[in-house]
T-cell receptor
Framework: DAKTTQPNSMESNEEEPVHLPCNHSTISGTDYIHWYRQLPSQGPEYVIHGLTSNVNNRMASLAIAEDRKSSTLILHRATLRDAAVYYCILSGHYGGSQGNLIFGKGTKLSVKP | GAGVSQSPRYKVTKRGQDVALRCDPISGHVSLYWYRQALGQGPEFLTYFNYEAQQDKSGLPNDRFSAERPEGSISTLTIQRTEQRDSAMYRC??????????????FGSGTRLTVV
């Protein structure tokens, strides 16, 4: 399985931007880069995904390196409600597990008021 | 429905009993996934379906675990002869399209299973 590497934890101040990095040096050409987050006591929540180009939605932006070996999830203005574990996951065709999401440990984001 | 619905929310069972956990995906969602999550850990893949076909069951821990989705909608995860180590949050997710990677998953609230 293609794997990702994320920092265990990060801190941010409220209303400041947050850049959450992810390394995925073994990414294959058909793998999409997904980000999910999990708030305390809740199920994982889809944030954003992309293939090659940078992506924006109402929740966040995803910046993908030109060689696709790394990406960064950008929260433009962190709020206290953004405190969660953020998972960077690769998903695509491989073997019999097409599109499956394999979760790692993620990055625990703390937001200070 | 509006979201992925799982039932029951909580289940306490005695060791050795069988349990059945239900997942009702978003209407029209083709793919359905089961995960297990221990406290403080990320979700662990168990199995998934496209329509009624079980595509991958490599994550099921042993033959006491099975899943079905007979009509391509509601799915049931069954654990036979439960053991204390089966205690965890069991999560279901669904997605609109057959797996290519270009989609998002919607997760349910989960079933908290406690085996005593």
């Amino acid at each position: 399985d293609a794997k990702t590497t994320q920092p265990n934890s990060m801190e941010s101040n409220e209303e400041e931007p947050v850049h959450l990095p992810c390394n995925h040096s073994t990414i294959s050409g058909t793998d999409y880069i997904h980000w999910y987050r999990q708030l305390p006591s809740q199920g994982p929540e889809y944030v954003i995904h992309g293939l090659t180009s940078n992506v924006n939605n109402r929740m966040a932006s995803l910046a993908i390196a030109e060689d696709r070996k790394s990406s960064t999830l950008i929260l433009h203005r962190a709020t206290l409600r953004d405190a969660a574990v953020y998972y960077c996951i690769l998903s695509g065709h491989y073997g019999g597990s097409q599109g499956n999401l394999i979760f790692g440990k993620g990055t625990k984001l703390s937001v200070k008021p | 429905g509006a979201g992925v619905s799982q039932s029951p929310r909580y289940k306490v069972t005695k060791r050795g009993q069988d349990v059945a956990l239900r997942c009702d995906p978003i209407s029209g969602h083709v793919s359905l996934y089961w995960y297990r999550q221990a406290l403080g850990q990320g979700p662990e893949f168990l199995t998934y379906f496209n329509y009624e076909a079980q595509q991958d069951k490599s994550g099921l821990p042993n033959d006491r675990f099975s899943a079905e989705r007979p009509e391509g909608s509601i799915s049931t995860l069954t654990i036979q002869r439960t053991e204390q180590r089966d205690s965890a949050m069991y999560r279901c997710a669904s997605s609109l399209e057959v797996s290519t990677g270009n989609y998002g998953y919607t997760f349910g609230s989960g079933t908290r299973l406690t085996v005593v």
